[in-house]
């Protein structure tokens, strides 16, 4: 016979158990890592869309920038054989889970909307598989920004900085005005999303040579060294408390003027406009210095699991996404540009039409490439190498030299 406990436990996980399950073949389960104010707001305009199409929406967040507890909770979920329906996922995680097998087949609702002609072939490299289409990309984000607090910039001389020189010039100024210079959270992937802007900051060739190639000569050398040193140089401009701190708390101190500047994807702007701040008015959004030109993008993509019912909802929600109109009301939201080339610039702000257009120019002289940091410069194991040394670096474990030739071993043993 059961104790009362038992049955108590009994009966909460049938209850449980039922409220996992209600979700209806019209209903569909998003697995996404969309939780700051600015991503909910975004992630609104996408359930308004889909219940005006009947569609319903369970809620399956995980909270964390780059997805990796996110994709951490997916494996979990499809080894209990219970994959969510759609799910949020970046560049070299889509093509694994590809290989797996276990993705739904977008290819109807591409071919209905002529997907083919409008999405880059950047977007298209991880949005099909073997000629299949198997995601339907939301957006692109890129991570070579600077976003900084207007008044505190006019009160360190006025000027953006063009050059890493100037920066420093512009961050040591905020020093000396009190503030803290450079709001960061100390979580691997934003000290890896900081370390895509410097690595890109060296040069087109290098970023190419060192985080897709995965060169060692680039990896190791000189001009990786230079990178750790303004690392080092970045990590002496953050606060006593930034170690942990979610990035978007790390937007609020520059929103609030406690601190000067963040470098951030533009995901970042987000939480500005959410904030109900004005680009050039409140604040200035800046490609790092030394980057101008070029792009190291990610796109964030759905992803729909091959799973026995809700077919029509994942097709439906594919097909929303996709949508003109929906990708410029959700990408002037989010802070990202659209995934197709097709959308009109007229309803996004300065620094998105600055965007857009970067994202073209940078397509067209051969300056775009995938974060490392967002997945989308090389698999996880690798991305999860390079995480581990700028962390240990940013964090004192290593001196640049040394971090340099970390991360040639680190590279190589993941690869
Ligand atoms: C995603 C963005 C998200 C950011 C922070 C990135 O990896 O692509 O959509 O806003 O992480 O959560």
Aim: glycine content about 10%.
């Amino acid at each position: 016979m059961k104790s009362v406990r038992g049955l108590k436990l009994t009966v909460s996980a049938a209850i449980m158990a039922a409220a996992a399950t209600t979700a209806t073949a019209s209903d569909v389960e998003v697995l996404h890592w969309w939780t700051s104010g600015g991503e909910a707001a975004a992630l609104n305009v996408l359930k308004e869309d889909l219940s005006g199409k009947g569609v319903g929406w369970q809620d399956m967040p995980v909270a964390g920038g780059g997805g990796e507890a996110a994709m951490t909770a997916l494996r979990a979920r499809v080894t209990a054989g219970n994959a969510p329906t759609a799910v949020q996922m970046l560049g070299f995680d889509i093509k694994d889970w590809a290989n797996e097998g276990v993705l739904g087949n977008l290819n109807d609702v591409a071919a209905a909307e002529g997907w083919d002609d409008v999405v880059p072939a950047a977007l298209q490299e991880f949005s099909k598989h073997d000629g299949n289409w198997i995601a339907a990309p939301v957006n692109v984000h890129s991570t070579n920004w600077v976003w900084i607090n207007k008044s505190a910039l006019d009160a360190a001389g006025g000027k953006a900085p063009e050059t890493w020189e100037e920066m420093v010039s512009v961050m040591e100024a905020m020093k000396e005005n009190g503030i803290t210079p450079l709001a960061h959270g100390g979580q691997a992937w934003q000290d890896a999303t900081l370390f895509d802007a410097v690595v890109l900051s060296m040069g087109n060739d290098f970023y190419k040579a060192s985080m897709i190639d995965l060169d060692p000569e680039a990896l190791g050398g000189e001009q990786m060294v230079e990178v750790f040193n303004r690392m080092a140089t970045l990590r002496s401009m953050v606060d006593d408390n930034f170690s942990g701190r979610d990035w978007n708390l790390a937007s609020a101190m520059v929103i609030n003027g406690e601190a000067g500047m963040q470098m951030m994807g533009d995901w970042a702007k987000g939480e500005f406009l959410k904030a109900g701040l004005t680009a050039e008015e409140d604040f200035v959004c800046i490609r790092f210095p030394g980057t101008q030109g070029s792009v190291t993008f990610n796109s964030d993509q759905f992803v729909m699991f091959d799973i026995e019912e809700g077919g029509d909802a994942q097709q439906a929600m594919a097909a929303s996404v996709m949508d003109p109109g929906f990708q410029s009301a959700f990408n002037v939201v989010k802070g990202s540009v659209p995934a197709r080339t097709d959308v009109p610039n007229d309803d996004f702000g300065y620094c998105g039409k600055k965007g857009m257009a970067d994202l073209a120019e940078a397509g067209s002289n051969g300056g775009l490439f995938g974060s490392m940091a967002h997945g989308h410069a090389a698999p996880a194991a690798v991305k999860n190498a390079v995480y581990d040394v700028v962390t240990a670096h940013f964090n004192g474990e290593f001196e640049a030299e040394e971090a340099a030739q970390e991360l040639v071993n680190a590279v190589e043993a993941a690869m």
